[in-house]
Structure formats: C-alpha cells, structure tokens
Nanobody, 120 residues
Framework: VQLQASGGGLVQPGGSLKLSCAAS????????MRWYRQSPGKQREWVAI???????NYVDSVKGRFTISRDNAKNTVSLQMNDLKPEDTAVYYC???????????????WGQGTLVTVSS
C-alpha cells in the first residue's frame, strides 16, 4: 500500500491551494483519512480528519479555512486550503488507516509529504 500526495507549492497570503492524496495497492478498505503538517523546527501537527462516511474534524487554527474531502471509490483524500497564512507553511502529509487484501486489521500508512509555502 502506498500513499502519494501532491498539490503543494508557493502561494501568496490569502490565496488557495488544494492538496490531493491517492492510496494504491492491494487495498480492501480505508477507514479514517487524515492530513498532518510539519513546520521547520516544530513537531508534526494533526490538521484534519475524515471518516469513511464523511464526518470531519479540524484543528482550531484551520477551521473555516480548510476543507477535507474524500472519494471512497478512488481511494483519495483532498484538502482544500483557502485564505492561507504564512503560518500555514509546512510539509503536509496524508495518513490513512488501511486494511489490505491480505487480511489483518487496519494499519496506518503515510504519504511522502508535499511542501506548502505561503509567502509574498
């Protein structure tokens, strides 16, 4: 199982960016999917979560600006980021709880990270 994140880049304050993450491999089911971020010199921080049925939650600092969504048929999760601020600058990682076709329980997988830079 692999997660591939994309969509990062340089954006001006107040701008928007959409991140995407696609899970591939021998996947039977995916439960929760999440986005985390890590700024230079800081610990990795949870940003948003979406359940299989679409329930969502966000860290307070992004509420009202970021929207997480998923496509269960395509095994993808996205993060629409609006009104971006310099403090949103970070490497963004997707994470998913995946049950493989080989059986067993759900296991957490990480994408490789995509850099978002908010600067004028």
């Amino acid at each position: 199982v692999q997660l591939q994140a994309s969509g990062g880049g340089l954006v001006q304050p107040g701008g928007s960016l959409k991140l995407s993450c696609a899970a591939s491999g021998r996947i039977f089911s995916i439960s929760a999917m999440r986005w985390y971020r890590q700024s230079p010199g800081k610990q990795r921080e949870w940003v948003a979560i979406i359940s299989y049925i679409g329930d969502t939650n966000y860290v307070d600092s992004v509420k009202g600006r970021f929207t997480i969504s998923r496509d269960n048929a395509k095994n993808t999760v996205s993060l629409q980021m609006n009104d971006l601020k310099p403090e949103d600058t970070a490497v963004y990682y997707c994470n998913a709880d995946v049950q493989s076709l080989y059986g067993g329980g759900f296991r957490g997988y990480w994408g490789q990270g995509t850099l978002v830079t908010v600067s004028s």
